[in-house]
Antibody, heavy 121, light 107 residues
Framework: EVQLVDSGGGLVQPGRSLRLSCTGS????????MSWFRQAPGKGLEWVGF??????????EYAASVKGRFSISRDDSKSIAYLQMNSLKTDDTGFYYC????????????WGQGTLVTVSS | DIQMTQSPSSLSAFVGDRVTITCQAS??????LHWYQQKPGKAPKLLIY???NLQTGAPSRFSGRGSGTDFTFTISGLQPEDIATYYC?????????FGQGTRVEIK
């Protein structure tokens, strides 16, 4: 059974950093690009960024709202994708979800359960 | 960036009613469109992929149509468990963008 588990959320002060993890199981993690999304409280869904597979050098793309502050990496030996969030702002508050992102087959078919990030002083 | 305009923002219908949601892309996205259901406190759940394909395990009362810029999502026979917010999403090219969402309620 395919499963994605998001973790690492919490309360953090503005300007500080936080690293989220997305742990996959039930599939060959290294074969899939992985994406992060977020959702502010009571708001809609927003794409954050994604990372390609090692076949494509693990290159990344980011939304304009987080570019230069957030970075995505992956450790295929552990089946984990990371979202490193630096210089956090109060607007970054929300639930963060990871998802498989293979646009050549069926992207976003499985999602993590989400992890809550609260940026507040 | 591709803008996705979804309407209505909310609707209320009776159990058994046919419910339709529309989504318009700001440019041609072929059929690279998903429809999701999201219940409070939960992750989005994929219902329709590639505009008109029912995801495995999704009830057959859910359907999607369209290509290019205009898409529709239909619930044929609304059920109490369908109370949720529904989103369209284009995945033609990053940034992958969503519609604003449609909250569906029971009268």
């Amino acid at each position: 059974e395919v499963q994605l588990v998001d973790s690492g959320g919490g309360l953090v002060q503005p300007g500080r950093s936080l690293r989220l993890s997305c742990t996959g199981s039930g599939f060959t993690f290294g074969d899939y690009p992985m994406s992060w999304f977020r959702q502010a409280p009571g708001k809609g869904l927003e794409w954050v960024g994604f990372i390609r597979t090692k076949t494509y050098r693990g290159t990344t793309e980011y939304a304009a709202s987080v570019k230069g502050r957030f970075s995505i990496s992956r450790d295929d030996s552990k089946s984990i994708a990371y979202l490193q969030m630096n210089s956090l702002k109060t607007d970054d508050t929300g639930f963060y979800y990871c998802s498989r992102a293979d646009t050549t087959t069926l992207p976003f078919d499985y999602w993590g359960q989400g992890t809550l990030v609260t940026v507040s002083s | 960036d591709i803008q996705m305009t979804q309407s209505p923002s909310s609707l209320s219908a009776f159990v058994g009613d046919r419910v339709t949601i529309t989504c318009q892309a700001s440019q041609d996205i072929s059929n690279f469109l998903h429809w999701y259901q999201q219940k409070p406190g939960k992750a989005p759940k994929l219902l329709i992929y590639n505009a008109n394909n029912l995801q495995t395990g999704a009830p057959s009362r859910f359907s999607g149509r369209g290509s290019g810029t205009d898409f529709t999502f239909t619930i044929s026979g609304l059920q109490p468990e369908d109370i949720a917010t529904y989103y369209c999403q284009q995945y033609d090219y990053p940034p992958w963008t969503f519609g604003q969402g449609t909250r569906v309620e029971i009268k």
